[in-house]
């Protein structure tokens, strides 16, 4: 069980009690002062797990200790706590949650000024300082305070309103499935400045028995919101990740939408209204964001998975060259609205798409290839890995090739990606064919893989 | 001499803030509590220390991890603390206070469900669970949350206090009284109690909780010398100085001297004992005073080592009434709760002025008259066994008693020798009817163990 904690440049994820652990909030929480080369005050937002306020009892504590004043979101999404660092010029923040993990789970996300994620150097500094215990406890004149603020969920809704067309949702029947996570508190608060259609499911935060994996993949939207859109009928299914940094969809007769769909058409709404830009993805997401690209005469850099990987090339070009960023996860950022994982802006700009399309999510779809994209995770030694790496490599040397992260090789109408997981210790299989089925590709990639399981 | 900036041992944490004494330290001493403890309420506190908040938010992490449910009860005394913890249904208690410690101090008090500090047993146990290091760590599903409670906890103290005086006698003399809170955690609980329950005339002092100690916090006559001007100035019938977390007490006559710390406890003796029948526990170093006192109302006088969980066990014991250790400003009245209580201390006193219509200084001159001196010597590791041997041949008719350290009981008085247990320090304490007589004790005992 103790393999369930995971330190890495992401942060620090795990299952409480076993894996993730009171001292690694202090000690993260120590550390994370001391790599903030700023004064000023931390900000913290936390989930409504149970855990978490354990976990943000030992952050405060550190922090105050470091000298930082400390101002407490309580409970507020990661997007809210990126946006309140910016509003109020703080040094950074730590925000306190597993977003789609399941409720035994926690981690903790660090913040720099701006609200930007760390990037790689600066996290792996964030690791170096924790390992080495470089702490900085100041004596009892320097402690700091800590201040309370329920009005960033407010101050982040104002914000939202000067970039996106709010007014676009009015019309659209929208059912939305909050994961018992904090999506609910924004959503019932833009419901309370406009006569929005949201039916909201799974809206009361829980903090131990979660109303489902807060998961946002087409698995989740078919067994959970799906038969509830089917149901009472809408134009439109929205599921949240219980950080609400991320969407699911499906239409409103209950079609799923596969999470790989919202990155393409996001990116055609950036880019119908600013053509030629850039698009930032990775190299496990779909190739429908080429095809979109094209249109456009765009282009698509390809990165490493994680987070990190984006920023630090969303960090190599400025802001305007730049349409979307995004995961084949449902994950994705807008340059107009400061780039950061948001679902609560994927929403607004997927409406504002449909209002300008004068179409419908379920047309929209339909307008689109279906390309046939697999993914299987396998158990997997890490001793053995490289060795299978290279023997891929060997089998698919005539083809183009990119070992950025595991290996990715393109073949004639598709491609696939064997990596291993930053946060889990499992291999990660993903291919795609855009005509025709994936079918004969996976089986042939999997004997392989399992051969060294 | 080495400084002794961080003390992790049988009476809990202790340090200098910062370098010393860290959140991960206190978080993971708390964990360690909520382990042994096990997963209940655990009543949360603390005294106004800046580093106060700091310290609980990291206790609060360690007992949540553990699975304890964490009340907190913000800013409060230690004994009130202890009456809440034992009146609410608490597994123990954690009171975030260096007490009499300076500013730059800060340290964990330990409860057990009864709201009485950690016997010697419970100290060890707890010590070694936190040094193996392994304790419990419990997950989301069996987590507990924390509640909150800051309102009631002084209201239940002072219920407690008030059913043992004459409220209505007290109220009716409006006693003028003069208070220096050190700007400690009792500081506003104070200003309530004198002024609105007893009905007291308030000239307060340094009752501001968000400042910091204005003064030393131990009180002691070179601490309290604004006290000792407050009560002269506004003409006080008493002055009452008070430690950062309430449990200690020191007394200020009507003329602005101040009462001595074993005359002190002996009125109070006197005062519950005038009012209900009872034993007595005091320890080795506390004045005979106490004995003429119990002596007087026919009651027996225990003694036993120096520190309150051992008179709180003895008190426990035998069921005594009262008692206390005369040289730190401590009463305890088992009538309240087991514990120090510099509250329960003001209202016996308060009592006893209103029931004889007397005055302070009237009382303390009424009681037999001791000569005390007090003294400490650095040794050698090593050298302690030689220094108490040098001093049995010394007084070779001395009854001798090894409770804790060397008491020598002589027929014109007493000597006590008794290792710190923290320093390498020898506390010599020395008491005689003869004033002459006490020096010329202090003064050979001195150079003797400095010799």
Redesign the interface.
């Given at each position: 069980m103790a393999s369930s904690l995971r330190i890495s440049t992401v942060g620090v994820r795990g299952i409480v009690g076993p894996g993730l652990k009171a001292h690694h909030a202090l000690e993260f929480a120590a550390a994370f002062s001391v790599l903030l080369d700023r004064s000023g005050p931390v900000l913290i937002a936390r989930d409504p797990r149970a855990s978490s306020v354990m976990l943000r009892e030992g952050i405060v504590s550190s922090l105050l200790a470091s000298g930082r004043d400390v101002i407490d979101l309580g409970l507020a999404s990661t997007p809210v706590l990126q946006h309140a660092i910016q509003r109020m010029n703080a040094a950074g923040g730590i925000s306190i949650g597993a977003s789609h993990n399941n409720a035994e789970w926690n981690a903790l996300k660090f913040l720099g000024p701006n609200g930007t994620y760390l990037s790689s150097g600066e996290a792996s500094e964030l690791l170096d300082i924790y390992h080495l215990r470089k702490f900085d406890f100041k004596d009892w004149t320097q402690v700091g305070r800590l201040h309370f603020d329920d009005a960033s969920i407010e101050a982040y809704i104002n914000d939202l309103e000067r970039v996106f067309e709010v007014r676009d949702l009015v019309g659209l029947k929208i059912v939305a499935d909050c994961s018992s996570g904090l999506s609910s508190l924004i959503l019932k608060r833009l419901k309370d400045r406009h006569p929005l259609d949201i039916t909201m499911i799974n809206a009361t935060l829980e903090a131990k028995a979660f109303a489902h994996t807060p998961n946002t993949n087409a698995r989740t939207v078919g067994l959970q919101l799906a038969p509830v859109v089917q149901a009472i009928g809408g134009d439109l299914g929205v599921l949240f990740d219980m950080d609400s940094d991320r969407i699911a969809v499906c239409c409103g007769d209950g079609e799923v939408v596969s999470e790989e769909m919202i990155l393409p058409i996001l990116a055609e709404y950036q880019l119908k209204r600013q053509p030629g830009r850039m698009i930032i993805t990775n190299l496990s997401t779909t190739s429908l964001v080429e095809d979109v690209a094209a249109r456009y005469n765009a282009s698509v850099l390809r990165v490493p998975v994680g987070r990190q990987h984006a920023m630090d090339a969303l960090a190599m070009y400025p802001a305007e060259k730049i349409a979307i960023a995004g995961e084949g996860t449902g994950a994705v950022m807008l340059p107009e609205f400061r780039f950061v994982y948001d679902g609560i802006a994927s929403l607004l700009a997927l409406a504002s798409h449909l209002k300008r399309e004068k179409t419908s999510l379920k047309r929209l779809i339909a307008g689109m290839p279906r390309y046939d994209m697999r993914k299987v995770e396998v158990k997997l030694g890490a001793k053995r890995i490289p060795e299978m790496m290279t023997h891929l490599e060997d089998h698919w040397s005539g083809c183009r090739m990119n070992t950025q992260d595991g290996l990715r090789v393109d073949i004639e109408d598709g491609w696939f990606h064997v990596r291993v997981s930053n946060t889990e210790p499992v291999v990660r299989v993903i291919a795609e064919m855009r005509r025709g089925s994936v079918e004969d590709l996976m089986a042939k990639l999997m004997d392989t893989v399992r051969s060294y399981a | 001499m080495r400084e002794h900036k961080l003390k992790v041992g049988v009476s809990g944490v202790r340090g200098?803030?910062?370098?010393f004494l860290?959140?991960?330290l206190?978080?993971?001493f708390a964990?360690a509590f909520g382990a042994y403890v096990g997963r209940g309420r655990v009543v949360l506190g603390r005294d106004t220390?800046?580093?106060g908040?700091?310290?609980?938010?990291?206790v609060?992490?360690?007992l949540?991890?553990a699975g304890c449910e964490v009340v907190r009860v913000g800013v409060q005394t230690t004994p009130t603390m202890q009456i809440y913890i034992s009146e609410t249904g608490a597994v123990g208690g954690i009171g975030i206070t260096a007490s009499h410690n300076p500013?730059?101090y800060?340290a964990l008090k330990l409860f057990n469900g009864e709201g009485l500090f950690f016997n010697h047993y419970e100290r060890t146990e707890l010590l070694d669970l936190f040094h193996q290091g392994d304790f419990a760590?419990?997950?989301?599903?069996?987590?507990?949350?924390?509640t909150v409670d800051e309102a009631t906890p002084w209201k239940r103290h002072v219920n407690r206090i008030v059913k043992h005086v004459d409220v209505e006698r007290i109220r009716a003399r409006r006693f003028r009284v003069a208070l220096d809170g050190v700007n400690g955690a009792g500081s506003e609980m104070s200003v309530w109690f004198l002024k609105d329950v007893l009905g007291c005339e308030l000239h307060a002092i340094h009752v501001d909780p968000t400042k910091t100690f204005p003064r030393e916090p131990e009180p002691k006559p070179e601490s309290l010398g604004e006290l000792m001007a407050l009560v002269k100035l506004h003409g006080c019938d008493i002055g009452f100085g008070q430690d950062p977390d309430g449990d200690r007490l020191a007394v200020c006559d009507e003329h602005g001297a101040m009462v001595d710390n074993d005359d002190l406890l002996a009125l109070a003796i006197e005062a519950a004992l005038a009012r209900a029948p009872g034993d007595v526990a005091v320890n080795l170093t506390t004045s005979n005073v106490v004995d003429e006192v119990a002596a007087k109302f026919g009651r027996r006088v225990y003694r036993t080592a120096v520190g309150e969980a051992n008179v709180v066990d003895r008190m426990k014991a035998v069921k005594a009434l009262i008692g206390g250790e005369g040289s730190s400003g401590g009463v305890i009245f088992s009538g309240t709760h087991l514990c120090r209580d510099s509250y329960t201390a003001m209202a016996l006193l308060l009592d006893r002025l209103a029931a004889e219509a007397t005055s302070v200084s009237k009382i303390a001159g009424a009681l037999p008259r001791f000569y005390r001196r007090a003294g400490k010597v650095q040794f050698a590791h090593g050298k302690l066994g030689g220094l108490m041997l040098a001093m049995e041949k010394n007084h070779p008719t001395a009854q001798l008693e090894r409770t804790d350290g060397l008491k020598l009981n002589l027929e014109e008085g007493w000597i006590h020798l008794r290792a710190s247990n923290t320093e390498p320090i020898l506390r010599v304490a020395v008491e005689s009817r003869n004033e002459a007589r006490a020096d010329q004790l202090f003064a050979e005992s001195m150079d003797l163990l400095r010799a």
């Open positions: - | 200098v803030v910062g370098e860290t959140p991960l206190a978080a993971d964990q220390r800046f580093t908040p700091m310290i609980e938010h990291a609060a992490c360690g949540m991890a500013a730059e800060n760590e419990v997950t989301n599903e069996e987590m507990l949350g924390f």
